[in-house]
Each structure stands twice: as structure tokens, then as C-alpha cells.
């Protein structure tokens, strides 16, 4: 590779923060609020220029709550929902039993912004990307970012990497973890599609079980689908350009909103992709737009309650589902999840199905707990080793593949970020690492904001 050597030059400070968090999405929009509340001068950097991430521009717009039992997530996850869900975004939640509950992913956009606007500690910088950091010896100290405005340095007495991709973790030259990515769960490109007639819809996929290849989670909700199916039947003695003949068997799901007529489609359109690579990406984001284009035709012909369809929206970046991850003192398992392990130094509880994206992008597999099952995460899985001042949260904690399906549930996302950012407010205030906190005082924190553990709800 041809290089350039930058000459060096001065760099505005953009500001001194006690805690910084990298990356607004579904996990850090929490985290910054988090920190906020437990008194710190808190900023969080966005790339895009809307809060929440996968929730809420990358349109998933659905969430997952409880361990078919009862709920199992509160703190400040739990108040946003019911604060979606006051503004008319939720449809019919049942918190406790419901597998998935659908959400509109526009009223979520502006309820978070509600809940900024109501911290005096919390700033916020969109359209900002993180390009690089600065470190004294292995304590991180600041990051460059770059916008519109040039490059500045941010200053902080503790960053949490919520990029997603453990951009900070990269930057600092800490030890991560990537797998090959032609072992990974492939990306999506999501889009919103009106005009469909879901009752029409509904009644088809309940009329031919068969057809679906997935579950219908939400049985008795008027509207509410969430379907794993292929085209094969539908498309039998049809002949089709080589270019789409792949249709028949690909793996597609989509799922309702709150809003009439209007479907979400989350189709694995890209394998085998780098998502740290910009070339890589890039040519991802134009196949997942071409096959979106290329399938709803399909749709209109070949399924009942879409000959009126069309894309009201699409989602402005892939959805990726597993790049970079820290390398802490502890790697979750899908063992330690299903029997529900206990650490010491746990910084949340969850429970949700293992949903495991084939890497050829044709299938998806579930595998669920026992009712009533929960796990806890510890710390120790979103702290580097070899980095001080890091906290990890979101998909790149601690986790082997086959388990990142529940992990990185954005729920769940959300209470890691919700730790996250209260324990780094902890360690700014006390002048100390994150590492060091004790497991009393961590949970006395956590408990604090209200955050869920298995015995207390």
C-alpha cells in the first residue's frame, strides 16, 4: 500500500469530559444517559446525525423484554420503552410473555432525544466520527475525532467504545478478537415497506404453516407477524434471471409496526463481509440495495397483501451483526448462557433466544432457555486487558459466535450501556479504573438506577 506521512499539526480541544462515550447507538445512547444521572459531564459522539443506532435508523423495531415468564430488563431501557409506548410507537405489549414486541422506530428517534434534553450532564456531537486516540502509557486519554468543523481532540477520565466495532479498542492498540468473516453472521440492509395489506398477509402465512421456516412469535396481536420464510413454493415452475434465482431459497424475515400497512424487511443480503473494511462496505451497501429492489417485484406477484406495496423507507447503513470484539478476562459461552451462570461481578441479567444468522445467509436457528432462565454478564467481559480507561459495550463484549445471537440483543445492548456508563462515572468520580471497583460498590451502582438482576424486579 502506497503511503502519505501527515505533517503534524495543532489540534483545537474540543472539550474535557469526565466520561466520553464512542458511538450514540443502542447501547450508548443508554450509557450516556446512565452517566449523566450518576453525575458525571458526560458526551457521547455519533456518526449519524440521530440517536440510537440499530433501533431506531437502522429500523430492527423490535425488542425483546423477558424470559417467557416475566420481564426481565428495567432501569432506563424499561423507562424509554414506556416512554415509546406513551407516545403511541408500541404495539400491545405484553412486557412479560411477548417474545418480540414491535415498536416505530421514528416516535423511538424522538423519545430519546426527550430524555437527552432532560440530562444538564449530557452533550452530545453528531455526525462525528472517532478517527483516532491518545494514550499515556496503556491509560487512554483522549480521541480525535473529525467533522465539519476539522479535527479536535476530546479529553475524558473514562471513554466507553460503543462503536459497535471496537473502533477505540483498535485505535489503541489493544488485543481484540475477530473471527474469519466467512464464518460470521452476515450483514442486512433493512427497509421499510407500506401499502401491504397485513391482515391479507397474516391470513396467508397462517393459512400454509409450512411455508414459514421460523416461528410466528407473536400470536394474538392484530397485525403482528414475525416470519422466517423462503420463496421456493411460491416460486415453483417460474423461471428466473440467474441473477435472482437465489431467491427461492434465501432467508427473509419482516415483521410489522405499530403503523397501518406498514412492514419491516430484514433480509441477510450480505456474507462474508468485513465490516471494518470502508471498500467492503461500501460494495455491501449497493448488493443490499439492488436486492431490495430486486425482491419486492417478487412480492407483489407471488404473495397476497403485497400487490400495493412499496419502500416508504430504507435503512441509511447495513446492519452488521459481528466484527471486532475485546478480549477480556472472561469469553462467554453458549453453555455458560443456557445454564444461566452467575458471576460476582455481574453488570446485568438477560434472557433471550441464541438467534444464530448461518454464515451462507440462508438460515437462522433459535435456541432457547428454559422458561425462566436468565444469565448475567460480568465486567470482566467488557474490560480489555491490556487498556485502561475502556469500557466495552454493546456486540463487542467478551462472547464466542455462536452465542453473540443473544448477546447482542439490542435490550440487552441497552442494559450494557446502561452499565457501562455507570461505571464509568464511578471510576471518574473515584479517581480509579473500572477494574478496580468492587463487586459491592458495582452492584450498589447498578442498583442504584434501577438496573435488573435475576432475584430483584
Not at 398477509?201 to 421460523?214: H, R
Request: contains cysteine.
Amino acid at each position: 500500500m502506497r503511503t502519505y506521512i501527515e505533517p503534524a499539526k495543532e489540534l483545537a480541544i474540543f472539550g474535557e469530559y469526565d466520561v466520553v462515550v464512542a458511538g450514540g447507538g443502542t447501547a450508548g445512547m443508554i450509557a450516556g444517559v446512565a452517566a449523566a444521572r450518576a453525575g458525571s459531564r458526560t458526551l457521547v459522539v455519533e456518526r449519524l446525525g440521530c440517536l440510537g443506532g440499530q433501533f431506531t435508523a437502522l429500523m430492527n423495531t423490535s425488542w425483546t423484554t423477558n424470559n417467557q415468564i416475566e420481564r426481565v430488563v428495567d432501569g432506563i431501557p424499561f423507562e424509554y420503552f414506556k416512554k415509546i409506548e406513551a407516545m403511541g410507537g408500541v404495539e400491545l405489549p405484553n412486557y412479560d410473555k411477548d417474545a418480540y414486541i414491535l415498536y416505530d422506530s421514528e416516535r423511538a428517534k424522538y423519545a430519546i432525544v426527550e430524555m437527552f434534553e432532560n440530562e444538564k450532564n449530557l452533550d452530545v456531537l453528531y455526525l462525528t466520527m472517532v478517527t483516532d486516540v491518545i494514550k499515556e502509557g496503556k491509560k487512554l486519554k483522549g480521541i480525535i475525532i473529525e467533522n465539519k468543523s476539522g479535527r479536535q481532540v476530546i479529553f475524558a477520565k473514562q471513554f466507553i467504545d460503543s462503536t459497535g466495532d471496537a473502533d477505540l479498542l483498535a485505535f489503541s492498540g489493544s488485543n481484540y478478537e475477530v473471527i474469519k468473516k466467512e464464518d460470521q453472521h452476515p450483514a442486512s440492509l433493512l427497509a421499510k415497506i407500506n401499502g401491504v395489506d397485513t391482515e391479507k398477509l397474516v391470513k396467508y402465512y397462517a393459512n400454509k404453516p409450512e411455508l414459514q421456516k421460523g416461528e410466528k412469535y407473536l400470536d394474538g396481536l392484530p397485525h403482528a407477524g414475525f416470519y422466517g420464510f423462503r420463496l421456493a413454493e411460491e416460486l415453483k415452475g417460474v423461471s428466473l434471471p440467474d441473477e435472482i434465482e437465489y431467491f427461492r431459497d434465501w432467508f427473509i424475515l419482516f415483521y410489522t409496526t405499530p403503523n397501518p400497512g406498514e412492514i419491516v424487511l430484514n433480509m441477510t443480503g450480505v456474507i462474508a463481509l468485513d465490516g471494518t473494511n470502508a471498500v467492503e462496505l461500501s460494495k455491501g451497501e449497493h448488493l443490499s440495495r439492488k436486492r431490495l429492489y430486486q425482491v419486492l417485484p417478487l412480492f407483489k406477484k407471488y404473495i397476497p397483501g403485497f400487490e400495493n406495496a412499496y419502500f416508504s423507507s430504507t435503512a441509511p447503513a447495513l446492519g452488521v451483526r459481528e466484527t471486532r470484539k475485546v478480549i477480556g478476562e472472561i469469553k462467554l459461552t453458549v453453555e455458560m448462557l443456557m445454564s444461566g451462570i452467575r458471576f460476582p461481578d455481574a453488570v446485568c441479567c438477560y434472557a433471550s433466544a441464541l438467534g444464530y444468522h448461518t454464515p451462507d445467509g440462508k438460515d437462522i436457528e433459535f435456541r432457547r432457555m428454559k422458561p425462566g432462565t436468565t444469565y448475567d454478564i460480568p465486567l470482566r467481559c467488557m474490560l480489555p486487558l491490556d487498556v485502561e480507561g475502556i469500557i466495552v459495550a454493546g456486540r463487542s463484549i467478551s462472547v464466542e459466535s455462536d452465542a453473540i445471537g443473544s448477546t447482542r440483543s439490542m435490550t440487552n445492548c441497552m442494559s450494557l450501556g446502561q452499565a457501562a456508563g455507570i461505571i464509568a462515572s464511578y471510576a471518574a468520580k473515584n479517581g480509579i479504573e473500572m477494574r478496580n471497583i468492587s463487586n459491592d460498590k458495582l452492584r450498589e451502582a447498578l442498583k442504584a438506577q434501577k438496573v435488573y438482576f435475576a432475584d430483584e424486579i
